[in-house]
């Protein structure tokens, strides 16, 4: 089964200290690619950054980087220096190269920021 | 491209009561999702459709649901007979048919059933 699991239901940081939210996938499929999403309580769903599973290097956008471990199937988002309008619900999804490109969801973390 | 544009952003109504949900994709792409999400279940899929024919509407209850695409820059969602459990957000989203390419939101529609 294609999975894709969120072990942590919420995290808190302080605001401008760096936090990872983890996330770990199940897939037989050599070919996929992984997102993380963004939603704010605007409820929006925003793209923060993907990654392809053929790149060895990690993708960064900015404050935000992840660290992919192909083999761990494992895909976390780091966020340095932590801003307010980081507090949002974040979603680790992945998208496999079968004929149907279905995306699979993980459940979510909430990241609350303390200032 | 305004984007994937969904209506109403918020419907209250009444159990029993039909609710039909709107979407506009984004012009060019080949697939239109419709996901439900609630404080339990997290982001459900319902169905998606390719090019206007359903993928796979397996996450859908068929007894009230029911979901078209009639062309390639339209779709609904409809719940009929409606109930409290139904009150969730819904959310469309359009990608093109590609492995590297993300799926883009529309901004939801709260639904209500009282």
């Known amino acids: 089964a294609q999975t894709v699991t969120q072990s942590q239901p919420e995290m808190s940081v302080q605001e401008a200290e760096t936090v990872t939210l983890s996330c770990t996938y199940d897939t037989s499929e050599s070919d996929y690619y992984l997102f993380w999403y963004k939603q704010p309580p605007s409820r929006q769903m925003i793209l923060v950054i993907r990654q392809e599973a053929y790149k060895q290097q990690n993708a960064t956008e900015n404050r935000f980087s992840v660290n992919f471990q192909k083999a761990a199937k494992s895909f976390s988002l780091k966020i340095s220096d932590s801003q307010l309008g980081d507090a949002a619900m974040y979603f680790c999804?992945?998208?496999?190269?079968?004929?149907?490109?279905?995306?699979?969801w993980g459940a979510g973390t909430k990241l609350i920021i303390k200032p | 491209d305004a984007g994937v544009i969904q209506s109403p952003r918020h419907e209250v109504t009444e159990m029993g009561q039909e609710v039909t949900l709107r979407c506009k994709p984004i012009s060019g792409h080949d697939y239109l999702f419709w996901y439900r999400q609630t404080m339990m279940q997290g982001l459900e899929l319902l169905v998606y459709f390719n090019n206007k024919a359903v993928m796979d509407d397996s996450g859908m209850p068929k007894d009230r649901f029911s979901a078209k695409m009639p062309n390639a820059s339209f779709s609904t969602l409809k719940i009929q007979p409606s109930e409290p459990r139904d009150s969730a957000v819904y959310f469309c989203?359009?990608?093109?048919?590609?492995?590297?390419?993300?799926?883009?939101f529309g901004q939801g529609t709260r639904l209500t059933v009282v």
């Open positions: 989203a359009s990608s093109f048919y590609r492995l590297n390419t993300e799926a883009f």
């Open positions: 999804a992945y998208r496999v190269g079968d004929s149907n490109y279905q995306l699979i």
